[in-house]
């Protein structure tokens, strides 16, 4: 039975077409019933949702005459490499699943991202189904395909496209999110809104109390604005040519940062935070976008607690991280910049020496 | 300059069209030019591989003004595991490689598999060459796009499909090549024949003598009638949802031997000869083809110094390895059986007791 509120969001990626369900108390029995290609269901988590909401996803797809194993990983980025990857195959190995099976992922993006990149690579490709439990996850790793681990020298550098067959986005989970995690998914609905869309900004900063407070409502619209936006950039470049580079607005930034606090001290949104205003920074000293802009995008971010500077990073390094980011084409950097308030560019054209001034003027002091 | 011989079969996928050249003394440099599109080439090699070509292809694209850097890795199938895809992965970020990179895998079925994986992987997708230095290799690692790794539970568990940029398949190479891996090569190109071609069986009956002796033209034309079969097959079914399949005569036996004896102990060549000669002996059983036939499969492979019969092991245990084999569909085992001679089909109407006897019948005496 659908809730009654969930809304139903399509990306439109012609064959590989699929659903994003969006509501409270969605049931997964009925929604991913005829997703479910094969009869075996790895469901991959890790030990945080196991105790949350492992066993209602068994019920589930159990429920559904499915063959149901599962496979829980330690909880956090720092595992999101080669080592915690191979769990999974040996996993999908021991379980005797083939050609046909299905791995679904119930967790945030680092689940997401390790049970998507698994299923990309199981017997060259099966099945994938995502129940993102988190915001972040929701807003960011639910639309678009991207899949992948990290490398000691940088995040996500191994991976593949690959997308799911259906996601499932329950606001209801994110009752159990804690605070923290709740902001930093703000980060990528305001990056949506920063990037692409004033009206959503000003819809943000008239109802950022009530998505910091947790309302379901106003939480679940927040998720289908950010996906339509992302799903619309997606169908549109799925391979990340061109315009989907836009979806990186403060992350060359916030990866450099990332890098050098060690995966998981800051998460992944908070980074993105400071990212965006240190590229709403650069962008207002090249003149783009005026000071009163900046002080906007400084606003809503702190509106949603979230980090507008980041810990003193010595500028040499934090360069060196930067170039280590994908976003780097034969050795020039492209940035993604604010040309306007809602209106993002992918540029190598700016001042260098105006970059660097950014970078510094959002640290705090050693 | 290109080999007056040279022949040139295109790969028809689409957008992912791509060019194989078969010839002696080809020149990289002139071939590779117009396929090598940034300005970073990893050249994937190993140890054996190293002393003998590495040189000759780090100065031909150096020529071409590329930056050049090499990964050489351990020489065997027993290295084709996910430490040793690492190891590349390791060698990419190092040498600080983008995603506009060229992965060139030098060296046999091992190599193009690695290294075309991590190509798959690396960024979530980068260039991919291949110069295949065996004749395995060069008639079936060549086409299809098919990359991967091992995992202790099974062979080729883990990997993408990937196609590469171009393949030059020089039959000057083979001269180093031991006289078993040539063998171990001509079990695949044996396979085409089998499968789908009787007229090639007739011409490699005349020829085979002259291939174990490694004549470079007789050898060139076995590369270009194999590949050009291969090549049609993939191009109808490029994800292995049918016909492909045929491609797998003699391996699901084949695999069961390899994984029982351990992976690099029998050549993957030497295992599919034997497999294909089980595969045969099971036709004949359910009376699909000729004593007389089944006698004609196992003289060509023997000519060409190849196994007709492989170790006493254990049947349950045989089986259960083939069991493991990813031509499992939903635990009913599909196998490659030969209709007529030059004919195979996908079927799992067998009887079973027929196919123990043909695994029984072809195993030397414990």
Redo the contacts between chains.
Sequence with gaps: MASENMQTLHVELGDRRYPIFIGSDLNPQTLLEPYIK??QVMIVTNTTIEKLYLQHYVDAVSALGKTVATCVLDDGEKYKD?EHL?LI??AL??A?F???CTVLALGGGVIGDMAGFAS??????VYFIQVPTTLLSQVDSSVGG?T?IN?P??KN?????KQPQVVLADMSQLKTLPPRELSAGLAEVIKYALLGDADFLVWLEQNMDGLIAGDATLLAEAVYRSCAHKARIVANDE?EQGERALLNLGHTFGHAIESYLGYGVWLHGEAVATGMVMAADLSCRMGWISDEDLQRTKKIIQRANLPVACPAIPLDEFLAYM??D?K????QLRLILMKKMGQAVITKDFDVEFMKQAILANQLSA
Excluded: P, T, Y
């Excluded at 990309?120 to 490709?125: E, I, L, S, T, V």
């Excluded at 780097?328 to 050795?331: D, M, P, Q």
């Design positions: 094969g009869k080669i191979n195959f040996d190995l021991e005797g083939n050609r046909d990309a690579c199981f017997q060259r490709g991207k992948g490398h020298l940088g550098m191994i991976g593949a496209f391979k170039s280590h994908k780097v084409l034969n050795g």
